[in-house]
Nanobody
Framework: QVHLVESGGGLVQAGGSLRLSCVVS????????MGWYRQAPGKERELVAR???????NYEDSVKGRFTISRDNTKNTVYLQMNSLKPEDTAVYYC???????????WGQGTQVTVAS
């Protein structure tokens, strides 16, 4: 069973920063790529950042230069540092194990990020 626990969300003013964390259990964390997704009200869930097992990263265009994904394999944790936050970043943020389709089917409870204008 894959277990993901996201934390670090909250209410922040536009231009502010937050750091999200996701602790993962039930897998060999270090060999799996990881991703951060977000889902805003009335919208589909979208991938915003991805990190491979060897720390290569990719970002959705709207967050490039503002968000940074990282991982600590000693803690089975993936992070999302979010700077220069905008109201349009408001969403529930989820992490996901982007390995096999079986792993991808597991989701945590998410963490709410609200950016006030």
């Amino acid at each position: 069973q894959v277990h993901l626990v996201e934390s670090g969300g909250g209410l922040v003013q536009a231009g502010g920063s937050l750091r999200l964390s996701c602790v993962v259990s039930g897998i060999t964390f270090s060999i799996n790529p990881m991703g951060w997704y977000r889902q805003a009200p009335g919208k589909e869930r979208e991938l915003v950042a991805r990190i491979t097992s060897d720390h290569n990263t990719n970002y959705e265009d709207s967050v490039k230069g503002r968000f940074t994904i990282s991982r600590d394999n000693t803690k089975n944790t993936v992070y999302l540092q979010m700077n220069s936050l905008k109201p349009e970043d408001t969403a529930v943020y989820y992490c996901n194990v982007m390995g096999t389709s079986f792993y991808r089917s597991f989701w945590g409870q998410g963490t709410q990020v609200t950016v006030a204008s």
